[in-house]
């Protein structure tokens, strides 16, 4: 470890498994390493199985599911603002012995570790508990001390790596709309997480319900991205046509947290996800405001604003309604125009050859995913993509003069995927050839129908930019892979070397 | 006087590549070494350093925009290691290297670590040199079958740290009067955005899998299969057969699926990232795509039918996957289970109900 680094504790014998207080560590952390000069942080976990559970979580953290409860969190680390190296100890002495061996180095950094020492020396003793987990993480008199002294605090930043991804998200997929992200509390719905008596706490689903059906009929420029873990979610909410949630594609926490950070607006409860938005540039309301969270926020009971917080940036003590919640929604989006961005509509039509084109169009650079979509065009298109190796066999078949071999690998892919059928053109195409020749004239009725329905679609100027564009992004999938080998160019004499030594040798 | 030390083992994305497969082999690769030099566990010193941010595998489409994001999905698979002591992630390099000088001093198993690794980084600009070491360290199995030959057994990896009661809880619950079968189809050409190109000629057939699922689910109600692997992977088809769940879209992640693998009654997939929890397990298996090439990994005449250290229900498959295969397999891979699946009561303290 270099002398530019601040070391910060986060024992979970010590401290909740909880979105809001590692968020919250986290800026205080920051603030420390940036009181004592040092440029970054490096986190020192502990999750001994011995000692899994802090003192209001005993009856839910237990030494089976800790690492769980951990890695669940491991986003929100990832977004430390002066994030440095992460360790990760499962054995407390282990730990210990290496910050004692840096505080020893570091006098400056003594301080710290005497502190845990003297916590974990005291763990029976609930007020010292207390007092560390309210001067580490609970309490913000020591942000709000040091933005009063600097005007200004630091900040969460983007979780490690989820940047490109939701950059994607934000400005092809959910390109023209205005994104909210929203975080109704549900606890109640996610038992086995724990937090029985934070119940009170949560959101009234029937009002956050018919604030968004609503909201879907006088606002459909707005897209609502439903924050955290999906056994929080109610399965009605996540029906509704302008909810989303990342968790479905594939994404994660961190995604989430990033998306939060560059949303148009955040509505939510005082709960995790609040810090994010509070310790971010995002306009906010956060609701749910109570004489409990203001203590620890270190607030006067009915403050409107966060000492740090923007004119955009509101807490909300009114109880949760339908109207107070569109009331929010269109106070905070008054002035912000929809997003920029490539639109992002899926082009309808199957045109397998060109879609490896068409779905790199949605990819952003560095991306790892492009899929955010879960609808019946997408999956056909995807479905089509992955059967038009069988369509070319049924292809070759016929060529081959094997008719029916062709006839019945077309009869299954069309019992599985008829929906498919009745729009993917190759597959018509040969289907009607194989029933001219089969004299099947209901089989070729329903192909020249269908084709002609494909074609009509497809007429006018639009239609043949579109039909253009396509035959020239075929050419797409040779030029990725001559790309491919043109940076491997260099391994050329090594194979080539590797293929002359094993023909010599046979 | 440093026996009770733990061994320290670096995974530096810049050598190795962000891969299940690869992990999990180093994990058991690892836990050996641990084990032969009186170990009694491993430290992993895993380095992503945005400056030096992928392997040579994988340049292009690991960035320093992304590498964390990588890191992140496949920290999950260094909580299986069979020995597991700390996880140390560093994303500087020198800071690991000044660390592992530390540790290496007066301890003569951890120096040469140390200098194996120093060793690889001075020559890193040579492909062959990262090549050997990659070859040497993880990819081949040679270490392992002579482990395994030795000592009859090698050391297996374990479920993912704090993902055994929600597992159980899904097995005992939900899954209580099926017979779980894990199958992991390979369409990395689905997966755009993840890399891996040059192997889509590793994936597996769809269409043989789909019209198998779908003939299972009324040839054999009884058993459920869990599609493992990101959900981007997936195709939307294959979600929606009522015989076939993916637990990613339950909320749960790659810690619970290797876990799951460890429980399930049988897994049936093609030679690829999940197939390593599977070889590294006591889980009966049926490994489908095998290839010369991976043969020559794992070290075993080509067509072997089984790894030296599996089971009598450990199989290797080469003929190209079809319905009927995949079906024979199910049905071969069944029979051999009890008559009727036998699953333990619901687990306290779980980290989900809603599975």
Redesign the interface.
Known sequence: MNSDSYFAIYDFALMPYALGDVLTWNVHSAIRCEALGRKKVDIFICLDERFPSNLYQREFATAENSGLLFNELFGAFGTQPKLGNLFFYRQREEMLARLRELAGNDPALAAPVDDYERTVAAREDSDALNRYFIRNAYSHEAINAFYREQGRIPLLRPSMGCEPDVAGLVTRRFAGKKIVAVHMRLRRLDIGYGGEHSYSRDSDFAEWLEFLREAARKHPEVQFVAMGRRQEKPLEMLQLPNVTCLRAWGLGLGHELTLLRQSDLFIGASSGFAAMAYFSPAPYFITRMTEGACKAYDLDFGVKRFPFGSERQILVYEPETKDLLMGLLERGLAGTPPRGGVSGTLDKAIDVKSWEWERATWLFPSATTYRFFDNADFADKETAFLLWPRIKEAQAAWREGSADRAWAILERIEANFPRLCAKFPEFLRLRLELASKRNDLQAIETCQAKLAELAARERGLPGLARAVRRFVARGFPAAMRFKYLWKRKHRIPVKLAQFIRQVASR | MTAGRPYCAVYDFELMPYALGDVLTWNVQTAIRCEQLGRASTDIFICVDERHPASLYQ??VI?P????????EL??AF?THPK?????????RE?LL??LREVAQGDPVNAEVLADYEQVLARRAN??AVIEYFTRSLHSHEQINDFASKHGNIPRLRS???????VAALIANRFSDKHVVAIHMR?R??????GG??TYARDS???AW??FL?EAASCHPDARFVALG???EK???LLKLPNVTSL????L?L?HELSLMLRSDLFIGTSSGFAAMANFSAVPYFITNVTAASCKAYCIAHPAERLPFATERQRLIYEPETRELLMQLLERGLRACAPGPTRMEA?P??????L
């Open positions: 340049q292009g960035t925009q992304n590498c964390a994001l990588f890191m992140d920290f999950a909580g597991p002591g700390s996880i140390l992630v560093y994303r500087r800071e000044a660390r492909d062959d993912c740290i704090g993902c055994e009661r929600d369409l050409r689905l997966d755009f955005g993840l190109e040059g057939v769809f269409h789909y019209e779908k990101r959900v981007q195709p939307l088809e990613r879209l339950l909320g992640g810690g687990a303290h779980l980290a989900s109900h809603r």
